[in-house]
């Protein structure tokens, strides 16, 4: 049986990754939802890493 590991801050949904990241309590303020929630728009796992990877960066330079 394979087994699929999402990557750091990803789910997937109907075999599509998503990523999703708590907003830090000081910038709450700012939002209207706790999480913040897009598609990667990839099936590959390797492809969503890297994209989850610069999406958290991006982040956490914010």
């Known amino acids: 049986m394979l087994?699929?590991?999402?990557?750091s801050f990803t789910f997937v949904k109907s075999g599509i990754f998503y990523f999703s990241r708590r907003i830090p309590t000081?910038?709450?303020s700012h939002?209207?939802?706790?999480r913040i929630v897009f598609s990667l728009?990839?099936?590959?796992?390797?492809?969503a890493e890297a994209r989850?990877?610069?999406?958290?960066?991006?982040l956490d330079e914010y």
Not at 31 to 34: F, G, H, I
Not at 41 to 47: D, L
Request: hydrophobic letters at 25%.
């Open 41 to 47: 728009r990839t099936r590959s796992a390797r492809i």
């Open 26 to 28: 000081e910038l709450k």
């Open 31 to 34: 939002y209207t939802s706790p």
């Open 52 to 58: 989850a990877r610069r999406a958290a960066d991006q």
């Open 3 to 7: 087994e699929t590991i999402s990557p």
